[in-house]
């Protein structure tokens, strides 16, 4: 069960990583075009989902813009993703035990604190800039996992296993720093309605309600209520993710004797062929197949399915639309002094630097005190590779860096391009970085087989 979560997981991120760098350079060139001001301007766009009165897509009684939609709506089904995934590691995956879980949580843990450090050390006397603080916290799964896969058999299953691990604590951290720092005057009257939502979503999960939509209603109008309360409407993808059930309505050895019987049962001469081949099925084998049908949905927990039913969207279109979005860094007077001064700097060390030394530094004094072992199969010189992956910051980055300065004025719209550059520089340095370490120190392969285990 270990292994099949962590490599199916694994596999999910892989393709994912190539196309976010793709719309990642397509929004560089578009930003830096002639179509630059046209690209800006898209994001201004109001959107709109009306039921008389009601505006779905509001904040107060103003539309949301294009951005907003994205950075609140989007990727609120993004946490939501994260949200069962980290709530199935909790329940049976690396996070369901201490001894399982201490070591990638302790390097996340380092992994947010050194950066965190670095930046306010950076920018010790600007309140404003202060506000990206938590900028260079993250770790983006798609990349790192990405550039990991890039030596497929190479790669030991701990470190793998790691890595991921890591990611999902990381974004564990990042989500409850967003609750905490980013929420804004908070209305109590919508906190009330989302209160009352979540008692349902609750008495739902107790009575063991298995209708996926239920969820996803209730949860919408749950994120309504946090977009309008103050709370950063995001949080409310992670928070209805922890109510969907993990239980399946049927067991899997109930299913299986219910499938025997229902095939020993099946009338298999009652179809009717004609000549041209063509099958009509009687209205007994239909019933018995739409029996087996509903047997193999409630044999699936909504918490799986829906996280099986996410996992293109999310990696293929949510993502990608965040990136394209967010990392169009309008580079027009830009010049080094953007990435020697200020939240430039101050990202990209963190980012570059801040992340590995934290992870591996933690990691390194929790395995010397003699509290866990290194991941099984993982030496010191390959673990210090995979660390420098964990600097590669991108969704959550992006996300945190636009919560930080975006709508405070000309001096923060400078700030979120200089973050912006920040945080690409200092992906691109670690991911680099990252891959040549790995490329040294991780034990050789045909190099034949390595090629086929490419993205």
Request: proline share 4%; with cysteine; hydrophobic share 50%.
């Amino acid at each position: 069960m270990r292994n099949y979560t962590f490599l199916s997981m694994f596999r999910k991120y892989v393709n994912s990583s190539l196309i976010l760098i793709i719309v990642t350079i397509l929004a560089l060139v578009v930003a830096n075009s002639g179509w630059g001001d046209a690209y800006r301007a898209l994001w201004d766009k109001p959107v709109s989902f009306s039921i008389g009165n009601f505006n779905l897509f509001s904040h107060g009684k103003e539309c949301l813009t294009l951005l907003e939609f994205i950075n609140d709506f989007l990727m609120a089904l993004f946490f939501f993703s994260v949200g069962l995934e980290i709530k199935r590691e909790i329940l049976v995956g690396e996070l369901s035990t201490m001894k399982k879980a201490l070591l990638p949580i302790i390097g996340a843990c380092g992994g947010m604190a050194i950066p965190v450090l670095i930046f306010v050390l950076t920018c010790p006397d600007d309140p404003l800039m202060l506000r990206g603080s938590a900028i260079p916290m993250a770790t983006d799964i798609a990349f790192s996992l990405g550039v990991l896969s890039m030596f497929g058999k190479r790669v030991p299953i701990g470190l793998k296993i790691f890595l991921a691990t890591l990611a999902v604590a990381d974004d564990l951290g990042g989500i409850l720093v967003i609750a905490i720092f980013y929420s804004t005057e908070l209305h109590f009257q919508y906190l009330a309605y989302a209160a009352l939502l979540l008692v349902i979503l609750a008495f739902g999960n107790h009575r063991h309600v298995m209708s996926k939509m239920f969820y996803i209603v209730i949860g919408t109008f749950v994120w309504y209520s946090l977009l309008n309360s103050g709370i950063h409407a995001t949080i409310a993808g992670v928070i209805v993710a922890f109510f969907v059930p993990a239980r399946p309505g049927v067991s899997a050895l109930h299913f299986v004797k219910h499938l025997r019987n229902k095939i020993n049962r099946f009338p298999i001469d009652q179809a009717t062929t004609n000549h041209k081949g063509t099958t009509i099925l009687s209205n007994e084998q239909i019933i018995l197949l739409k029996n087996i049908e509903h047997a193999s949905d409630r044999t699936i927990s909504p918490l799986q399915d829906l996280e099986d039913a996410l996992q293109n969207p999310i990696n293929y279109f949510v993502i990608p639309v965040f990136a394209f979005a967010n990392a169009g860094v309008n580079l027009e007077g830009i010049s080094m002094d953007s990435l020697l001064n200020g939240v430039g700097l101050a990202v990209f060390l963190g980012l570059a630097i801040g992340k590995f030394v934290g992870v591996f530094s933690f990691s390194w004094l929790t395995v010397k005190l003699g509290f866990v072992q290194l991941p099984q199969g993982c030496n010191w010189k390959n673990f210090f590779s995979v660390c420098m992956l964990t600097g590669i910051g991108f969704t959550v980055s992006m996300f945190i860096a636009d919560l930080s300065y975006y709508n405070i004025g000309m001096e923060g719209s400078t700030l979120l391009n200089d973050a912006k550059l920040g945080i690409l520089c200092g992906s691109i340095v670690a991911g680099v970085a990252g891959w040549l370490l790995l490329a040294a120190n991780l034990p050789r392969q045909d190099l034949e087989e390595d090629k086929k285990n490419l993205p």
